[in-house]
T-cell receptor, first 113, second 111 residues
Framework: NAGVMQNPRHLVRRRGQEARLRCSPMKGHSHVYWYRQLPEEGLKFMVYLQKENIIDESGMPKERFSAEFPKEGPSILRIQQVVRGDSAAYFC???????????FGQGTRLTVV | EDQVTQSPEALRLQEGESSSLNCSYTVSGLRGLFWYRQDPGKGPEFLFTLYSAGEEKEKERLKATLTKKESFLHITAPKPEDSATYLCAVQAGNYGQNFVFGPGTRLSVLP
């Protein structure tokens, strides 16, 4: 049973470009969470999705950031017109249902130059 | 204000020197408390879930306990490979379904 798969592991973008981060949850998991981690800082919640629905996006910046979890395929976190402050590690986690543990992927490290 | 704190911020132990890490929370409607381990450059690795005060879970040299206000992660006779950042997280009614993480405790176990 493969774990949560994130790709790419490392992504370099120039300021103003778009970044697309992908997350394939564990088999049988329909709940996906995205977190951001800055160097030497904690994990900050961004968005929680179930298949085809955004349940909670209270941690997502209002502009330039969007997320989706389509019926088929991975969850996508999209950052438009990236700025240097977007440089961070982005982690995805999945769980099979509510009120239970979530399992994390290895993250995508985004560097904006 | 609802929050999750962890102490100490960093801890250095000699191999075999047992200790405890603390996670304190001030939330209403706790639905679960979770412990994770994170190695540098990696994603958090799940360790334990605790749901109610008095509950305990054990795995190898680690034991997690929960009270109404805090959780402890006890490390017995640690080894250098136990060196990592240990994170606790809560799911609580007023946070919806997301996990709110504490800042973590950086543990170093010296041989």
């Amino acid at each position: 049973n493969a774990g949560v798969m994130q790709n790419p592991r490392h992504l370099v973008r120039r300021r103003g470009q778009e970044a697309r981060l992908r997350c394939s949850p564990m088999k049988g998991h329909s709940h996906v969470y995205w977190y951001r981690q800055l160097p030497e800082e904690g994990l900050k919640f961004m968005v929680y999705l179930q298949k085809e629905n955004i349940i909670d996006e209270s941690g997502m910046p209002k502009e330039r950031f969007s997320a989706e979890f389509p019926k088929e395929g991975p969850s996508i976190l999209r950052i438009q017109q990236v700025v240097r402050g977007d440089s961070a590690a982005y982690f995805c986690a999945s769980s099979p249902r509510t009120n239970t543990e979530a399992f994390f992927g290895q993250g995508t490290r985004l560097t904006v130059v | 204000e609802d929050q999750v704190t962890q102490s100490p911020e960093a801890l250095r132990l000699q191999e075999g020197e047992s200790s405890s890490l603390n996670c304190s929370y001030t939330v209403s409607g706790l639905r679960g408390l979770f412990w994770y381990r994170q190695d540098p450059g990696k994603g958090p690795e799940f360790l334990f879930t605790l749901y109610s005060a008095g509950e305990e879970k054990e795995k190898e040299r680690l034991k997690a306990t929960l009270t109404k206000k805090e959780s402890f992660l006890h490390i017995t006779a640690p080894k250098p490979e136990d060196s990592a950042t240990y994170l606790c997280a809560v799911q609580a009614g007023n946070y919806g379904q997301n996990f709110v993480f504490g800042p973590g405790t950086r543990l170093s176990v010296l041989p």
